[in-house]
């Protein structure tokens, strides 16, 4: 798969406006980002970019899709891909991707595809440098994806980085001989994966199962060695919910 640098689009007369919020600025980047990069990417289709395809995945019990895309784009800098990996979202949850083609990909689900075939499918067609997968939760915090992937990017040794409402925080993850993970049925309540695009091929992708998806997130991270994985805390980056 090939490479493309990242390309940055700027917007001077916007950011010289007075009054314009970071959500402002981050909807303008995002909108005139993904114009620019659905013509480079009809131009060149299998390239990959310097920046993160983040995963909402969808199922008939959990679609907060929506307020998640609509969060993204306030808090979120250019570059980064939307993919909503659909198991059964609802019809409204459709119709707004499908009004928002070209800035949001829709991975949809054939009929009997479980939920962890869609997210599988959706990782495989990402093109990303990083992935964030995210778990009934929505970013609360401007700029919560370069604060983990600086995480990941800094610690070399880290192949994913999760954050959970639990956790015990970066710097006391770090230091931790045993990052304790989410026991099933627990209060912990995991919000997000964010890791390199080469950790499926490693350790393998998310097992035909029936599980929620944080369930799915808990079992794929018991794959990763403990001083691999970094642990942060979601509570201030993120707005989750337990549904």
């Known amino acids: 798969m090939k490479r493309r640098r ?15 919020t970071s959500g402002e600025h981050y909807r303008a980047g995002y909108q005139a980002g993904y114009a620019l990069g ?13 920046g993160t395809s983040i995963i909402i995945p969808v199922d008939p019990h ?8 609509q969060h993204i784009e306030a808090t979120t800098p250019h570059l980064y891909e939307v993919l909503v990996a659909d198991a059964g979202a609802a019809t409204n949850t459709r119709r707004y991707i499908l009004e928002r083609s070209g800035a949001v990909r829709h991975i949809k689900g054939n009929s009997g595809e479980s ?32 604060i983990l992937t600086g995480e990941l990017e800094r610690k070399p040794v880290v192949k994913i980085v999760y954050a959970g409402s ?61 001083q691999e994985r970094l642990q942060a805390e979601a509570s201030s980056l993120f707005v989750s ?3």
Request: glycine share 6%.
């Open 241 to 243: 919910r337990k549904l």
């Open 115 to 146: 939920l962890a075939h869609v997210v599988n499918k959706a990782m495989s067609v990402s093109l990303g440098e990083y992935i964030a997968i995210l778990a009934n939760a929505s970013p609360n915090l401007d700029n919560w994806l370069g």
């Open 38 to 50: 659905l013509r480079l990417g009809q131009e060149d289709r299998d390239s990959v970019f310097e």
């Open 166 to 226: 639990k956790a015990a925080g970066l710097a006391a993850a770090a230091n931790a001989e045993h990052p304790a993970l989410p026991a099933s049925g627990s209060e912990y309540v995991l919000s997000c994966l964010l890791f390199r695009r080469s950790l499926p091929s490693e350790i393998g992708m998310w097992p035909e199962a029936n599980r929620s998806v944080e369930e799915h997130m808990s079992h794929w991270l018991e794959r990763v060695p403990a």
């Open 62 to 69: 959990h679609d907060e899709a929506i307020q998640a895309i």
């Open 6 to 20: 990242a390309v940055r689009a700027t917007n001077r007369a916007s950011e010289k406006r007075e009054g314009r």
